[in-house]
């Protein structure tokens, strides 16, 4: 900000000095220190809203070239549109034509078609064949018959809670030993 090399800051010390006494230097550097920092964080305010200014009108510049963008984007898109238009009813008539002309040579009795044409032929299908119903309803009682315990081991499993010998002895009350 202003430029004082160390020699010219202790000249105005010693003059500050005798001109205002020992007792008043200390309130009057404070308030100078004070006023210095308030004017450079004025001064940093005012760099950092010319900053923000200066990236909203390039925002504001990059957003206008993005609509440009996109509006020649959309009028590119509309002409492909319009030419795969045309050339789907392009191709639409001439299905349409190519369609009359078969029927035309279908009903003529036209020997390269057949005798009764493309609509009757069947092609053959090798399937395998699947599991009736009945099968498959066996099956599933079949393997719910797996699932069921049997009467016995219910039995066996009852008797036995009471007793674990192998259950763990119960910590409740041991003492806590911290180490």
Do not use: C
């Amino acid at each position: 900000m202003l430029d004082f090399s160390f020699g010219e800051l202790m000249v105005i010390g010693a003059v500050a000095l005798i001109a205002l006494g020992p007792e008043r230097l200390p309130r009057v550097a404070r308030t100078f220190g004070e006023l210095l920092g308030k004017a450079q964080r004025y001064l940093a305010q005012v760099r950092s809203e010319f900053q923000r200014e200066i990236e909203l009108a390039d925002l504001k510049r990059v957003q206008e070239e993005a609509r440009q963008a996109a509006a020649s984007l959309q009028s590119s898109f509309r002409q492909v549109a319009g030419s795969v238009q045309s050339a789907a009813d392009q191709a639409s008539t001439e299905m349409s034509a190519a369609e009359a002309s078969v029927a035309a040579t279908s009903r003529s009795g036209s020997p390269e078609w057949g005798s009764g044409g493309w609509a009757t032929h069947r092609f053959r299908t090798r399937a395998r064949p699947m599991p009736s119903i009945d099968d498959l309803a066996e099956a599933v009682e079949r393997l719910q018959a797996r699932q069921r315990p049997s009467p016995r081991g219910v039995v066996a499993g009852l008797a036995g809670l009471g007793r674990n010998r192998y259950a763990p002895r119960s910590r409740v009350n041991r003492p806590r030993i911290y180490r």
